[in-house]
């Protein structure tokens, strides 16, 4: 679906957006087939310490590993699919209260072509701040005031329990406190799945629990083949593929995590699936094996 000359032109319009409008933002990659086509915004990046990378590894190993000292910068990339009338968005960004270098979704659906108003459906893979949080615009309203809003019923009863917050390091706080804002601004309008059903037409949640405890990613089906979009279950173009076994810091349940990028991995090989990840350069790609490990390839 998507190829080099896809990802040079999202480039070069990434450069023209950020010189028009004088903010930050950027189509990633586009990719398109029939009437259905996809759009990777970006969010923006931050920087994180490489510690945050592996738990237990030595900084030597990872900065080896990785090929970069010193700190790494995440992307942070929306994925938007369109299929016939309807617009679907995964995941809404970080807002405008998260992190420098963050919250410019809505400047990317400017340069994108896309206005707010056109959404019908927004998928959460997970309720982290990074995903969740631009749901709200600078007024405390629904980035899109038309969509439906959906939900893995795991995720949502988690960060919602009224005891969460002793089940969360004191730095995690705050994100369950931005969670049960936003849940309780949209209110009716966000609806509660189960993983393992279509969500919307066309669109399937499928299990992917360890980085948070509802965690899910989806399947676009396609006659070309699936494609995937992984939210956190994959967070690093390096160290996820060449070492699932590494343990992030920012997992909730790292044992279940390291089994859930494993079989990630397997079945995106098996299948010859595209896969979009929303923390990995070049948004979208491949998975293929490298031994006993794996590797992302983009642009394939």
């Not at 406190?177 to 066309?202: C, F, M, N, Y």
């Not at 992984?230 to 060449?242: C, P």
Request: net charge negative.
């Amino acid at each position: 679906m998507l190829n080099r000359r896809d990802m040079l032109l999202g480039g070069a319009a990434a450069a023209l957006a950020g010189s028009a409008s004088g903010a930050f933002s950027q189509v990633v990659a586009t990719a398109k087939q029939g009437e259905r086509a996809i759009s990777i915004l970006s969010d923006g990046s931050f920087e994180l310490p490489q510690s945050m990378l592996a738990r237990d590894v030595p900084l030597d190993a990872v900065s080896q590993a990785t090929k970069v000292s010193g700190p790494t910068v995440s992307v942070l990339n929306v994925t938007c699919f369109r299929q016939g009338d309807q617009v679907i968005v995964f995941d809404s960004g970080s807002g405008s209260n998260f992190l420098p270098g963050t919250g410019k979704l809505a400047a990317s659906l400017e340069a994108a072509g896309i206005a707010p108003d056109s959404v019908t459906h927004v998928l959460f893979t997970h309720l982290h701040p990074d995903h969740f949080w631009g749901a709200l615009d600078d007024f405390d309203t629904p980035l899109f005031p038309n969509a439906r809003w959906h939900a893995d019923k795991r995720e949502v009863a988690f960060w919602t329990d009224a005891k969460v917050y002793e089940k969360l390091p004191e730095d995690r706080h705050a994100f369950a406190a931005g969670a049960q804002r936003i849940v309780k601004a949209l209110g009716d309008t966000l609806e509660l799945h189960d993983a393992g059903s279509e969500w919307v037409p066309g669109v399937a949640a499928f299990d992917t629990a360890g980085h948070t405890p509802g965690h899910v990613s989806f399947e676009l089906k396609d006659a070309s083949g699936p494609v995937f979009v992984l939210g956190d279950a994959l967070t690093h173009r390096i160290a996820s593929f060449a070492h699932p076994e590494w343990r992030p810091a920012s997992d909730h349940d790292a044992d279940l995590a390291v089994a859930t990028r494993r079989r990630v991995l397997d079945r995106a090989a098996n299948e010859k699936a595209q896969v979009i990840g929303y923390h990995l350069d070049g948004a979208i790609g491949r998975v293929e094996r490298d031994g006993n490990a794996y590797r992302f390839v983009t642009g394939s």
